[in-house]
């Protein structure tokens, strides 16, 4: 009996905490919608609906001055057989992608695992190569640009000291995508960031293990900490083409796209359509094609990613 | 406590919510007989601090006029109209560059100011320019206010080194070549060279001697090939870079620390919104004046392009009669056509041929320049286009002069790509 009234009081007590239970994830979810609500509605004002509305444009004529008028794929048809100059800026993109990429992740993994040694004033180094980064593009662009000067720049001049004597380096078709692809070089504080992180989450027991079995710090870096990095490396790979594939600013202020459209770059095209030459279908329709590309290379990398991202749950 | 919470949360929801909207109401309400006007304009820092001033005295003139200015640089003016209109926002007084308002008034988007300029005798008042330079298909869209012409600006103590006589307004271009020749001087960094064309001679290409231009933008057609004009146009200025020597090309101009201000070019091509730069840069390190440009005694006079500043009122102005007559005092007014001619040439004709016009200047200012020059290059300009079509031909024209400068090509077959690549932009436009 006393059995009996112990089990209906605690399904009392377990139904009466269910009850509690429920009201509170209501109160939960009511809570999160309301904080979540402006960033919602911002989303689909500012960003979600002027993209659907882009894409409608993408299939049509307009100048942003009269009405739109529907066109069908004429712009793609364009894009593809007509414009002198669609070839010239994806080839110079991803010209640009091909070496800035992956010469961003090698420096920034390699000024990471510096960063992460242990020595007096590391913090100091981390602030510092991480400020450029944090500063206004456009500041550093121009200041870069005086830089890469072939007749007054320092680049130029500390080559003197070893007898180089420099190209032109904005000025020459053949080495400005070479220098705006040193020049990002300056930016990869964040993705350095990222990847220390990585490398301090990297459980020491691991690394010990390791130098008791007598493996060399190469080999230590090259068969666990880069594996163990491997998800990082994925993160900012992606993250990296993403931001590079839209380049724009670096050689609008540096070279405006010359010289001799060397350095005319996809986000150009898209600029010079909508707004110098007022073809702001077209300029949808090219941007939507942009969009296609990243999301394209973004899937591969994603499903390639198995084979080379360690994952613990794969492993389990 | 919970009642609380859940209070806070939704106002700061609201707070949030509200800030969003915050800023997004513009309006030019009136209040009992007031009117607030909205006025866009463009310019760079000294002209902008110039028309702020000019609204201050139209308020103090017309106190229940409330002028509300929005303003940008040049360069993205016209992006920045498309959005007014595309917007629906459109402000009541729009100043307007003559190279860039046919797209707009085409669509009707501008008020028709042909009646209110007779009726008010502007087109004696003014220069032609104020009201030609904005006239299409009979019809005047705005009034100018200043006009823009270019002029050569040379070097005195340098023209006085090489023991050259200074140039005179009939100078002929051989003249030209030989004083250039003999001006330019020096190797690396302490090279001057005797003329910078810069981004101006480039835009001055497609129609060097306003004589069989490159392409005729009212007919639509480009007449590259088998011109003969275009043709020395393009040797004379590559010529200057590499057979003379006296000038470097647009890319490498950019490698040159400084410019006519530093003593890096015994001449330049310069425009009025040059000259208080000049001024405040040179101050007293050289003197120098401006000359007319050279004439060819086969082509003629060297042309530039003509650039007219104006006011337009939008068509959707619900106050057309007040905007109206800010438009026309900015354009009118003696004070004003005196502000104005710090950076371009003022339109009001009694101002400027006045002798206070021609002989003023600015006490700060140590160089007395040649100001009639400017007034005296109307004679030889002509319209400037670049935007819409022609923004894509004057690029495909630069891009193969300039892969012919870096010897990639010949001038031939530079020609022919500049004719076939044009023909395709028309065609496809």
Known sequence: MVMKIMKNEANLRMHKNNIKLTKRQRMDEKMFLTFISPWLIGFVFLTLGPMLYSLYMSFCKWDAITSPVFIGLTNFYKMFFVDQKFYLSLRNTLYFVLFSVPLNLVIALGLAVLLNMNYRGRS??????????????????????????????????????????????????IWSMPSIIIMTTTFCG??????????????????????????????????????????????????????????????WVMTQGGPVDSTYVYGMLVYDSAFRFSEFGYASALAWFLFLIIMSLSLIIIKTSSAWVFSESAQK | MKKTVKLLSVLLAIIILGSVFVGCNSSNSTKKGNVTLTYSFYGDKTE??????????????????????????????????????????????????????????????????????????????????????????????????????????????????????????????????????????????????????GWEGTEMMVNFYNNKPAYDAVNNKINIKDNDVFKHTLTLLSDSISKYKISPSATESKNIGGGFETGKFA??????????????????????????????????????GLRVDGIAVSQNSKY????????????????????????????????????????GYPKEFPVKYNKQIFIDMQNHCRPIYWTGVWGKVNDQISKQYETFLLGKISLEEAINNMQINCDKLLLNN
């Not at chain 2, 000019?54 to 017309?62: D, F, P, Q, T, V």
């Not at chain 2, 330079?133 to 206010?145: C, D, E, M, P, W």
């Not at chain 2, 007293?284 to 042309?303: E, H, L, Q, R």
């Not at chain 2, 900015?330 to 502000?339: A, F, H, P, Q, R």
């Open chain 1, 124 to 173: 100091l180094f981390r602030a510092a190569f991480y400020l450029p980064s944090v500063i206004a593009g456009v500041a550093v662009y121009i200041v870069w640009s005086y830089l890469f000067n072939s007749t007054i720049g320092v680049i130029n001049y500390f080559l003197s000291f070893v007898g180089i004597h420099g190209p032109n380096w904005l000025t020459d078709p």
């Open chain 1, 190 to 251: 964040g993705a350095m960031l990222i990847f220390l992180a990585g490398l301090q989450d990297i459980p020491e027991s691991v690394i010990e293990a390791a130098r008791v079995d007598g493996a060399s710090k190469l080999k230590i870096f090259l068969k666990i900490k880069l594996p163990l990095l491997s998800p990082i490396i994925f993160l900012n790979l992606i993250m990296s083409i993403i931001g590079s594939l839209q380049i724009f600013a670096q050689p």
């Open chain 2, 267 to 304: 001449m330049a091509i310069v425009g009025p919104w040059d000259i208080d730069g000049f001024e405040k840069l040179i101050g007293t390190k050289f003197n120098w004046d401006i000359v007319g440009m050279p004439k060819s005694a086969d082509y003629g006079n060297w042309n530039c």
């Open chain 2, 320 to 359: 057309k009669e007040q905007a109206l007559d800010f438009a026309k005092w900015l354009c009118t007014d003696e004070n004003n056509s005196k502000i104005f001619s710090q950076t371009s040439v003022p339109t009001l004709n009694s101002y400027a041929k006045s002798e206070e016009y021609l002989k």
């Open chain 2, 48 to 197: 902008i601090a110039i028309k702020q001033s000019m609204i201050k005295n139209y308020e103090k003139l017309n106190p229940n006029v409330k002028i509300k200015p929005t303003y940008t640089d040049g360069g993205t003016y016209p992006t920045k109209l498309q959005t007014y209109f595309a917007s629906g926002t459109a402000p009541d007084v729009i100043a307007l560059a003559a190279d860039m308002y046919t797209d707009f008034a085409k669509k009707n988007l501008f008020l028709d100011l042909t009646s209110y300029i007779k009726s008010n005798g502007l087109q004696n008042k003014l220069a032609k320019q104020a009201t030609n330079a904005f006239t299409l298909n009979n019809k005047s869209y705005a009034i100018g206010y200043g006009y823009k012409t270019y002029a050569i600006v040379y070097n005195k103590k340098l023209f006085d080194e090489a023991g050259i006589p200074y140039p005179k307004s009939d100078w002929s271009e051989e003249q030209f070549i030989s004083y250039a020749k003999k001006l330019t001087k020096g190797e690396g960094t302490n090279k001057i060279y005797g003329m910078n064309f």
